[in-house]
């Protein structure tokens, strides 16, 4: 599968996807940690944030193990 005419180009491009989507895993994680250490932070506000965390999540894993190695190849 191209995603552009030039074969090099598709490469910087998955590279690019890869480190964004880890580097948005990171962050999610860090996040999450630092919600759950924090107690003046009501309940309802920690569990919509993880919810979103893990739709986030799921979002960047799929771009990391699907769509960065389509693109690579």
Do not use: H, W
Request: proline share 4%; net charge negative; hydrophobic share 55%.
């Amino acid at each position: 599968m191209e995603a552009t005419e030039d074969p090099e180009q598709d490469k910087q491009v998955a590279i690019i996807i890869f480190v964004m989507a880890i580097a948005g895993m990171c962050v999610n994680l860090f996040v999450l940690i630092f919600i759950q250490q924090i107690d003046s932070i009501r309940k309802p506000f920690v569990q919509t944030s993880v919810s979103q965390m893990i739709a986030d999540f799921t979002v960047l894993f799929t771009f990391a193990a699907y769509a960065a190695p389509r693109t690579f190849l």
